[in-house]
T-cell receptor
Framework: GAGVSQSPSNKVTEKGKDVELRCDPI?????LYWYRQSLGQGLEFLIY????????KSGLPSDRFSAERTGGSVSTLTIQRTQQEDSAVYLC?????????????FGPGTRLTVT | DAKTTQPNSMESNEEEPVHLPCNHS???????IHWYRQLPSQGPEYVIH???SNVNNRMASLAIAEDRKSSTLILHRATLRDAAVYYC?????????????FGQGTILTVHP
């Protein structure tokens, strides 16, 4: 079946511009997670959605970062006024449930480069 | 969150078994032991998980120590495609909402 998809696969933007990254989770998965992977920080959690609600936003690095999820499905991560330190691979994952008995399925990621 | 300790790197030859260790001395009774791997230029992928008993699936086996303070991921016959970073992660069933906390992982190199 279809896995987690993300778009765009690559995004190059100028410092100060806003960007939107999209995630399409596996159908029926209620839990959705955003992570990012940068050279200096490794893989780090950003935000968790259960349905359309985000009970855990503790990993968002600043108020320039926001995310939403609609219809219990598609999620968008928005970064406003991008900075060079935002350059990273942004990964989305979905799971049937947040319970640890279920695995997370990751998308291929969006590579963001801020110039 | 309980932390895990893994060797930075390991090497293996193709078609030989590989044993990847993980120490988690502060594990709690409700923590599940998960393993994910990340192949070059790809997102992480789930490998296996367990709570107390040893587990087998089509990809690997997970051996969990009796006191649960360590575990070992076993790849029975390594292939070149198994070259990846392997992450050992503890996931509790409490209030962490299931988020994965990645450490540095073990870089596995497989030689032909």
């Amino acid at each position: 079946g279809a896995g987690v998809s993300q778009s765009p696969s690559n995004k190059v933007t100028e410092k100060g511009k806003d960007v939107e990254l999209r995630c399409d989770p596996i159908s029926g998965h209620t839990a959705l997670y955003w992570y990012r992977q940068s050279l200096g920080q490794g893989l780090e959690f950003l935000i968790y959605f259960q349905g359309n609600s985000a009970p855990d936003k503790s990993g968002l690095p600043s108020d320039r970062f926001s995310a939403e999820r609609t219809g219990g499905s598609v999620s968008t991560l928005t970064i406003q006024r991008t900075q060079q330190e935002d350059s990273a691979v942004y990964l989305c994952a979905s799971s049937f449930s947040p319970s640890p008995i279920y695995e997370q399925y990751f998308g291929p990621g969006t590579r963001l480069t801020v110039t | 969150d309980a932390k895990t300790t893994q060797p930075n790197s390991m090497e293996s030859n193709e078609e030989e078994p590989v044993h990847l260790p993980c120490n988690h001395s502060t594990i709690s009774g409700t923590d599940y032991i998960h393993w994910y791997r990340q192949l070059p230029s790809q997102g992480p992928e789930y490998v296996i998980h367990g709570l107390t008993s040893n587990v087998n699936n089509r990809m690997a086996s997970l051996a969990i120590a009796e006191d649960r303070k360590s575990s070992t991921l076993i790849l029975h016959r390594a292939t070149l495609r198994d070259a990846a970073v392997y992450y050992c992660i503890l996931r509790d069933s409490g209030t962490s909402y299931g988020k994965l906390t990645f450490g540095q992982g073990t870089i596995l190199t497989v030689h032909p």
